[in-house]
C-alpha cells in the first residue's frame, strides 16, 4: 500500500503512488511555462540569442529548435517528447507540450507532461533595420579611379559577386568616378578594405568625424570613411615608365603595354616581349621616403605616373604583311612571356575613305594572332600630340612609330548577338543605358571572351534570351566564340553569389 494515502501499488523504491510522488516533487521546478518570442515581420525570421535570425514557418522543426533554445532548466531533465499545440495564427501564441522524466527519491524515475506557452513579439531584425534606414551608417568605403571609362568597375564588380564582399552592406551609392559602400560598423568596411588590397592594386586613407560625445560616460561616437583609390592604369593601356622604375623592374623599356590587371598591373615590352609585374606599393611611395631622399641628397623616383592613352584614343590599322621572328634572333631579355609571339608588322592606318597611303612598320607582341588583312588598335605616335613627362625623357629613336594593342574580332554587334551568356549586376545605376557606359561594358565583355585568365573569376550565367550558337558557323573565322559549358568548366564552379550551385546555374 501507498504510504501516504494508502492505494494499492506495485511494489516501487519511494513505497509512493504516482499521485504522492507528484506532490512531493515538481520535476519540472525551474522550467519557465512563459517565454517571449522575437519575430520579424519584414522577413519573417525569429531571434535565436544573441543576435541570430532563423527563418522558420509555424509548427516547424526550426520553430520548435528555437522554442526549445528560449527554455533554461532543460539541461536538468530528460527530454522524452516535443511538439506543438493548436492556437490560431493571429493569436500571437505559440504553445509547446513537453514530456520530461527525472530520477526522484530512492531511484524512483519519475515522468511528467506540461505545456509551456510562447508570447510572439514583434521587433525588426538587423538586415532589415539597414534597409529601411538607408541613411544610417557608420562607415564609409569610397572607392576611386581616375579613368575616362568603368570597365575596372565592372570587373571589380563580379569579384565582389563572386566573394560575397557586399554581405553585409547597408547602401550602395555609385558616383561620378567610383563607388560608396556604406556599413553599420567600422570592422565590416575594414573587411572589404582588405578584400579589395588582395584583387586589385590601390591604396587607402582613413578618416573619422565626430558624431556625438558623452562627457560623463567617456563615451565618442565617430563615422569612420576609408578612401581607396585604384592605380589609374588599366587593360589596353600604354604607359611610359619614369627611367629609375624601369631600371627596377628588370631594364625593361619604358614604353609598355599593359595587357592584365590583377593585384598587381601586368607590363610587357611590344618590342622584346620581356614582362615585368607593378603592385600598388611599388606605384605609390610615401612622400615622407621622398623628404628623407632629399635631405640625404639621394636620388628617388617619383610616383605615380598616368598612362600615355587609353582604349579611346587608340587607332585602326590594317596588317599589310607580318613576318614572325625567330627566337634566335630575338633580343635577349628576361623574364620574357612565352604566351606571346615577337613579330615585324607592316601596317596602314583605315580612314573613312579607306586606307591611308602612308605606311608603317613596327614590332608587335601578338605575332599569334595577326595574319596579313586582320584589324588591330594601335597608337599612333608620329601624327600624336602628347603631353607627358616620362615620354620627353626618352630618345626619339626608341619610340617606335605605332604600338599594337590589341587584334579587332568581327562586328561587335554581331558578336553581342551570339553571345550566350551574361552577368548578374551588383547596383543597377552602375549600368545606366548611355552610349558611354554601353560602349564600356561591351568592350568589358569582348575581354572577357578573349582571355580566359581574365574571366577565371567571373561568375557566368546563361541568356536564355540569345539565340543558339551554331558551332558549324565559320562566317567570322577567329573570333573568340566560348560556349557556354566551356567557361563553365574552367571556372570549377560550385557556389555562385546568391547560394545556388553550378547546376542552377545552368538551369
Given at each position: 500500500?501507498?504510504?501516504?494515502?494508502?492505494?494499492?501499488?506495485?511494489?516501487?523504491?519511494?513505497?509512493?503512488?504516482?499521485?504522492?510522488?507528484?506532490?512531493?516533487?515538481?520535476?519540472?521546478?525551474?522550467?519557465?511555462?512563459?517565454?517571449?518570442?522575437?519575430?520579424?515581420?519584414?522577413?519573417?525570421?525569429?531571434?535565436?540569442?544573441?543576435?541570430?535570425?532563423?527563418?522558420?514557418?509555424?509548427?516547424?522543426?526550426?520553430?520548435?529548435?528555437?522554442?526549445?533554445?528560449?527554455?533554461?532548466?532543460?539541461?536538468?531533465?530528460?527530454?522524452?517528447?516535443?511538439?506543438f499545440i493548436w492556437t490560431e495564427p493571429h493569436s500571437m501564441r505559440i504553445k509547446v507540450k513537453l514530456t520530461v522524466q527525472k530520477e526522484v527519491m530512492n531511484n524512483a524515475v519519475l515522468e511528467q507532461v506540461f505545456?509551456?506557452?510562447?508570447?510572439?513579439?514583434?521587433?525588426?531584425?538587423?538586415?532589415?533595420?539597414?534597409?529601411?534606414?538607408?541613411?544610417?551608417?557608420?562607415?564609409?568605403?569610397?572607392?576611386?579611379?581616375?579613368?575616362?571609362?568603368?570597365?575596372?568597375?565592372?570587373?571589380?564588380?563580379?569579384?565582389?559577386?563572386?566573394?560575397?564582399?557586399?554581405?553585409?552592406?547597408?547602401?550602395?551609392?555609385?558616383?561620378?568616378?567610383?563607388?560608396?559602400?556604406?556599413?553599420?560598423?567600422?570592422?565590416?568596411?575594414?573587411?572589404?578594405?582588405?578584400?579589395?588590397?588582395?584583387?586589385v592594386p590601390c591604396k587607402y586613407q582613413t578618416a573619422q568625424e565626430l558624431v556625438t560625445h558623452d562627457p560623463r560616460n567617456n563615451v565618442y561616437t565617430y563615422k569612420h570613411t576609408f578612401s581607396v583609390e585604384i592605380i589609374p592604369v588599366c587593360k589596353d593601356n600604354i604607359v611610359c615608365l619614369p627611367p629609375?622604375?624601369?631600371?627596377?623592374?628588370?631594364?625593361?623599356?619604358?614604353?609598355?603595354?599593359?595587357?592584365?590587371?590583377?593585384?598587381?598591373?601586368?607590363?610587357?615590352?611590344?618590342?622584346?616581349?620581356?614582362?615585368?609585374?607593378?603592385?600598388?606599393?611599388?606605384?605609390?611611395?610615401?612622400?615622407?621616403?621622398?623628404?628623407?631622399?632629399?635631405?640625404?641628397?639621394?636620388?628617388?623616383?617619383?610616383?605615380?605616373?598616368?598612362?600615355?592613352?587609353?582604349?579611346?584614343?587608340?587607332?585602326?590599322?590594317?596588317?599589310?604583311?607580318?613576318?614572325?621572328?625567330?627566337?634566335?634572333?630575338?633580343?635577349?631579355?628576361?623574364?620574357?612571356?612565352?604566351?606571346?609571339?615577337?613579330?615585324?608588322?607592316?601596317?596602314?592606318?583605315?580612314?573613312?575613305?579607306?586606307?591611308?597611303?602612308?605606311?608603317?612598320?613596327?614590332?608587335?607582341?601578338?605575332?599569334?594572332?595577326?595574319?596579313?588583312?586582320?584589324?588591330?588598335?594601335?597608337?599612333?605616335?608620329?601624327?600624336?600630340?602628347?603631353?607627358?613627362?616620362?615620354?620627353?625623357?626618352?630618345?626619339?629613336?626608341?619610340?617606335?612609330?605605332?604600338?599594337?594593342?590589341?587584334?579587332?574580332?568581327?562586328?561587335?554587334?554581331?558578336?553581342?548577338?551570339?553571345?550566350?551568356?551574361?552577368?548578374?549586376?551588383?547596383?543597377?545605376?552602375?549600368?545606366?543605358?548611355?552610349?558611354?557606359?554601353?560602349?564600356?561594358?561591351?568592350?568589358?565583355?569582348?575581354?572577357?571572351?578573349?582571355?580566359?585568365?581574365?574571366?577565371?573569376?567571373?561568375?557566368?550565367?546563361?541568356?536564355?534570351?540569345?539565340?543558339?550558337?551554331?558551332?558549324?558557323?565559320?562566317?567570322?573565322?577567329?573570333?573568340?566564340?566560348?560556349?557556354?559549358?566551356?567557361?563553365?568548366?574552367?571556372?570549377?564552379?560550385?557556389?555562385?553569389?546568391?547560394?545556388?550551385?553550378?547546376?542552377?546555374?545552368?538551369?
Open positions: 500500500l501507498c504510504c501516504q494515502c494508502g492505494t494499492q501499488i506495485e511494489p516501487n523504491p519511494s513505497n509512493m503512488c504516482v499521485s504522492c510522488i507528484r506532490t512531493q516533487v515538481d520535476i519540472t521546478e525551474g522550467i519557465p511555462k512563459q517565454a517571449v518570442l522575437y519575430f520579424c515581420r519584414n522577413c519573417e525570421r525569429y531571434l535565436q540569442p544573441p543576435n541570430h535570425w532563423i527563418p522558420a514557418a509555424l509548427e516547424s522543426r526550426e520553430l520548435l529548435s528555437v522554442c526549445l533554445k528560449k527554455m533554461k532548466g532543460l539541461n536538468k531533465v530528460r527530454l522524452v517528447d516535443a511538439g505545456v509551456v506557452e510562447f508570447t510572439v513579439n514583434n521587433q525588426m531584425c538587423d538586415d532589415c533595420h539597414r534597409v529601411e534606414a538607408k541613411d544610417f551608417w557608420r562607415a564609409v568605403v569610397q572607392i576611386r579611379q581616375k579613368t575616362d571609362h568603368k570597365k575596372t568597375f565592372y570587373y571589380l564588380e563580379q569579384l565582389i559577386l563572386k566573394h560575397k564582399a557586399h554581405a553585409n552592406t547597408v547602401n550602395i551609392k555609385i558616383v561620378h568616378d567610383g563607388i560608396d559602400f556604406y556599413y553599420a560598423q567600422k570592422q565590416d568596411a575594414r573587411k572589404m578594405v582588405d578584400f579589395l588590397l588582395q584583387v629609375k622604375l624601369a631600371m627596377s623592374l628588370g631594364n625593361i623599356s619604358p614604353l609598355c603595354v599593359c595587357h592584365r590587371v590583377t593585384q598587381s598591373v601586368h607590363l610587357i615590352d611590344p618590342c622584346t616581349l620581356q614582362v615585368a609585374e607593378l603592385n600598388g606599393t611599388s606605384y605609390w611611395r610615401h612622400p615622407f621616403q621622398a623628404v628623407l631622399a632629399e635631405m640625404n641628397g639621394t636620388s628617388y623616383w617619383r610616383h605615380p605616373f598616368q598612362a600615355v592613352c587609353s582604349p579611346k584614343h587608340l587607332s585602326e590599322f590594317m596588317v599589310i604583311d607580318i613576318e614572325v621572328i625567330p627566337d634566335r634572333e630575338r633580343p635577349h631579355r628576361t623574364p620574357v612571356s612565352t604566351k606571346h609571339v615577337l613579330a615585324n608588322v607592316w601596317l596602314a592606318k583605315l580612314t573613312n575613305t579607306g586606307l591611308s597611303e602612308q605606311q608603317f612598320f613596327t614590332k608587335t607582341h601578338i605575332g599569334h594572332l595577326l595574319n596579313a588583312g586582320d584589324t588591330v588598335l594601335g597608337f599612333d605616335f608620329v601624327n600624336a600630340n602628347l603631353n607627358n613627362a616620362q615620354l620627353e625623357k626618352m630618345k626619339p629613336e626608341a619610340i617606335p612609330d605605332v604600338v599594337i594593342v590589341k587584334k579587332v574580332f568581327g562586328d561587335k554587334a554581331k558578336r553581342n548577338k551570339r553571345r550566350r551568356w551574361k552577368l548578374r549586376h551588383l547596383h543597377d545605376d552602375l549600368h545606366l543605358e548611355t552610349s558611354s557606359n554601353e560602349r564600356d561594358y561591351t568592350d568589358f565583355l569582348e575581354d572577357l571572351e578573349e582571355d580566359n585568365v581574365y574571366r577565371e573569376h567571373v561568375n557566368i550565367y546563361k541568356d536564355a534570351a540569345k539565340i543558339a550558337v551554331d558551332q558549324n558557323d565559320t562566317d567570322d573565322e577567329g573570333l573568340p566564340q566560348i560556349s557556354l559549358q566551356e567557361m563553365l568548366d574552367d571556372l570549377h564552379l560550385e557556389e555562385d553569389a546568391t547560394g545556388a550551385d553550378g547546376a542552377d546555374m545552368l538551369e
